[in-house]
């Protein structure tokens, strides 16, 4: 089965600095990989995803991650952090169930803190 | 607007009560998926439908139970069999077929005492 993660539960970064959000995950098959971004008491928003083609992908509100399949990782990026950044972020693989269907499976997330 | 939408958004029960939390979408999505949220835990996947009148167990179902009698919509109760009822939950719709996003509602907040 395909499992995420996260490095980190907790990452503070300063308004301006480079973000740096890591994911690792297994999975026996080519992975579609995927960030989310939840802000507190609402319902989670997808940033970014990967499932084939160019290995760097772009997502909203400047974020980037690069899939690295020698390193089974996706980590998350983004230049310079603005306070509006804080958040929880989430990476997630998608995965087949024992009866074939689709699922996503996702890490235990990291709290994003950008302090002023 | 297309989207997802659960109701409420917060809930409060007594102990021993069943409650049900509904989820509805207009996406026109086949996949429909019931998600639990704890601090520091990540989303947990609770019951998941691909089908009208057909739905499978997630990794922690016991406590819950689910129909899906119309497409549009998924509805979760949580039965007074469930020991720690207190989280946010999610809803989720996907396209099949593809293994690509899937689509949240707003959740709902219960809160049992």
């Known amino acids: 089965a395909q499992s995420v993660t996260q490095l980190g539960s907790h990452v503070s970064v300063s308004e301006g600095a480079l973000v740096l959000l890591r994911c690792n995950y297994s999975s026996s098959v080519p992975p579609y990989l995927f960030w989310y971004v939840q802000y507190p008491n609402q319902g989670l928003q997808l940033l970014l995803k990967?499932?084939?083609?160019?290995?760097l992908v772009k997502g909203i509100n400047g974020f980037e991650a690069e899939f690295k399949k020698s390193e089974t990782s996706f980590h998350l990026t983004k230049p310079s952090a603005h306070m509006s950044d804080a958040a929880e972020y989430f990476c997630?693989?998608?995965?087949?169930?024992?009866?074939?269907?689709?699922?996503?499976?996702f890490g235990k997330g990291t709290k994003l803190t950008v302090n002023p | 607007d297309g989207g997802i939408t659960q109701s409420p958004k917060y809930l409060f029960r007594k102990e021993g009560q069943n409650v049900t939390l509904s989820c509805e979408q207009n996406?026109?999505?086949?996949?429909m998926y019931w998600y639990r949220q704890d601090p520091g835990q990540g989303l947990r996947l609770i019951y998941y439908?691909?089908?009208?009148?057909?739905?499978q167990k997630g990794d922690i179902a016991e406590g819950y139970s689910v129909s899906r009698e119309k497409k549009e919509s998924f509805p979760l109760t949580v039965t007074s069999a469930q020991k720690n009822p207190t989280a946010f939950y999610l809803c989720a719709s996907s396209i099949l077929g593809d293994r690509d996003e899937q689509y949240f509602g707003p959740g709902t907040r219960l809160t049992v005492t």
């Open positions: 997630a693989v998608s995965d087949l169930t024992q009866g074939g269907s689709e699922k996503l499976v």
């Open positions: 439908s691909q089908i009208v009148n057909d739905f």
């Open positions: 990967y499932t084939t083609g160019a290995t």
């Open positions: 996406l026109n999505h086949d996949a």
